[in-house]
């Protein structure tokens, strides 16, 4: 799904030729993945807090109440199943949701614990505290696996080879106009 998002966001005027990363960056947007990862979060809030019916049995909490538990512990099942499992909500969620502070986890509603989320990545970023596998961060793991060592010096091949091949960016969906406002 990342590359629905990189296709579209070339269609928009004057960011078309630019680096996917620099084009979430003016669009104030960020990867799939993150935005999924941040809704898996939303969710494990709404269960740990009763606010979903399904809470109860997708979850296994550890005596805390609010850190999460990995259920291949809670449940025996062969190493098959556990090994599916894994790509699953409450698997996928597990390492992100337990190094959230319990100010954020404790909030009174959804919407103040994406507030709080908000606001506690905005921390961590500005203190460069990414030394923690924090939810943000899988952003850069994709960026860095689409981005790769020489890409800015093969992008700027690439958009003069675009440039002079009109029909091919747009057969590729490219937008190249470009009035110079976010070089």
């Not at 512990?73 to 698997?91: A, D, H, I, Y």
Request: aromatic fraction near 12%.
């Amino acid at each position: 799904l990342e590359s629905v998002q990189r296709r579209f966001t070339r269609l928009i005027n004057e960011l078309g030729i630019l680096p996917y990363s620099r084009r979430l960056e003016i669009l104030n947007s960020t990867t799939l993945a993150e935005r999924r990862l941040r809704g898996d979060l939303i969710e494990t809030f709404k269960a740990s807090s009763g606010l979903t019916e399904y809470g109860s049995n997708i979850f296994c909490f550890g005596r805390s109440g609010k850190n999460l538990v990995s259920n291949s512990r809670c449940n025996n099942g062969s190493t098959k199943v556990r090994n599916l499992q894994r790509s699953f909500l409450p698997e996928r969620v597990i390492p992100y949701w337990n190094k959230l502070p319990s100010e954020v986890k404790n909030s009174e509603s959804v919407l103040s614990f994406k507030i709080k989320l908000e606001e506690f990545k905005k921390r961590c970023i500005t203190n460069s505290m990414s030394n923690d596998s924090y939810f943000w961060e899988i952003s850069d793991i994709v960026l860095s696996k689409i981005e790769g060592n020489n890409y800015v010096e093969n992008k700027v091949k690439h958009n003069e080879y675009l440039w002079f091949n009109p029909h091919v960016a747009k057969k590729r969906f490219i937008n190249l106009y470009n009035t110079g406002m976010y070089e």
